[in-house]
């Protein structure tokens, strides 16, 4: 069964550079998550799209920022990088009317 | 706010059962639910019960909910070397879809 796809699965950048995350999720998912981990951490909520609208808000720091496309793919935009946003991102999808959430295999940032 | 914590270890042997705990804050839980991360990989959704039931099982894995005590345990049957990752407990609150979740358990199966 096809499952959510995230690229890069690694990406390493510089302070004060920008990082754009890519979400796919798993097809006639309608609803896309994203959620930050940190080293060691459980993860953390960031941002959600329902039909291409934010559905939801947690802690996404406002130099982030995302949307959702006509074609439900995702994206998570970050500008000038800290140190502290190394960590993993994952990108979750489900349905709407569902109750399962599906994790992608995440991106693991680094900056240096 | 919502707060969802576990032990952070468990050690068992091969063909032992395993039980896993969390407590949860949030009275208005809807959903629970249990991921599996091995490392350097992403979240597997295990099974997830809805806050009206006591109890579900899936095979090898049986999840117990005490509502009253916001208590939820999973059990698994017959662990295997395979089952070594860490488990996560996550919770969905009344009108929210963003999953709370806790700080992991990391469970460990000696041959």
């Known amino acids: 069964a096809a499952g959510v796809i995230q690229s890069p699965r690694h990406l390493i950048k510089e302070k004060r550079e920008t990082a754009t995350l890519k979400c796919y999720p798993i097809p006639r998912h309608d609803t896309v998550y994203w959620y930050q981990q940190g080293p060691g951490q459980d993860p953390q909520f960031l941002i959600s799209?329902?039909?291409?609208?934010?559905?939801d808000k947690g802690s996404i720091p406002d130099r982030f920022s995302a949307q959702q496309f006509s074609d439900y793919h995702s994206e998570l935009n970050m500008s000038s990088l800290e140190l502290g946003d190394s960590a993993l991102y994952f990108c979750a999808s489900s349905l709407e009317s569902g109750n399962e959430q599906f994790f992608g295999p995440g991106t693991r940032l680094t900056v240096l | 706010g919502e707060d969802v914590e576990q032990s952070l270890f468990l050690s068992v042997r091969e063909g032992d059962s395993s039980v896993i705990n969390c407590t949860y804050t949030d009275s208005s839980s809807t959903y629970l639910y249990w991921y599996k991360q091995e490392p350097g990989a992403g979240l597997q959704l295990l099974t997830y019960i809805f806050s009206n039931m006591d109890m579900k099982q899936d095979q090898r894995l049986t999840v117990l909910l005490n509502k009253k005590d916001k208590h939820l345990s999973l059990r698994i049957a017959d662990t295997q070397t395979g089952d070594s990752a860490i488990y996560f407990c996550a919770e969905r609150g009344t009108g929210r879809r963003a999953l709370t979740f806790g700080s992991g358990t990391r469970l460990q199966v000696q041959p």
């Open positions: 799209f329902y039909e291409k609208m934010q559905s």
